[in-house]
Nanobody
Framework: QVQLVESGGGLVQPGGSLRLSCAAS????????MGWYRQAPGKKRELVAA???????NYANSVKGRFTISRDNAKNTVYLQMNSLKPEDTAVYYC????????????WGQGTQVTVSS
């Protein structure tokens, strides 16, 4: 079984920063792409950022220049550094990992709340 555990969410003022972490554990043979999605109340879940095993990144237009995704392959961990946060960044943030155990599947974390408010 595989678990993805997120941490680092919370309440921050506009213009502030937060760093999210997501650690994967379990019977992981190979880790492929990892990423972060978010879902605001009443809205669909959307991709925030993704990173391949080789470090190629992809960002939503709304976060380019403000958010940075990175990973530590030795620790099966992905990070999301969020700077210049805006109220519209408020959402539950979910990490996801595409990996191989016996099969190749995608797994999701439980989500962490990020609230940007003064």
């Amino acid at each position: 079984q595989v678990q993805l555990v997120e941490s680092g969410g919370g309440l921050v003022q506009p213009g502030g920063s937060l760093r999210l972490s997501c650690a994967a554990s379990g019977s992981i043979v190979s880790m492929y792409a990892m990423g972060w999605y978010r879902q605001a109340p009443g809205k669909k879940r959307e991709l925030v950022a993704a990173i391949t095993r080789d470090g190629i990144t992809n960002y939503a237009n709304s976060v380019k220049g403000r958010f940075t995704i990175s990973r530590d392959n030795a620790k099966n961990t992905v990070y999301l550094q969020m700077n210049s946060l805006k109220p519209e960044d408020t959402a539950v943030y979910y990490c996801t990992a595409h990996l191989r155990t016996i099969y190749v599947e995608s797994y999701w974390g439980q989500g962490t709340q990020v609230t940007v408010s003064s």
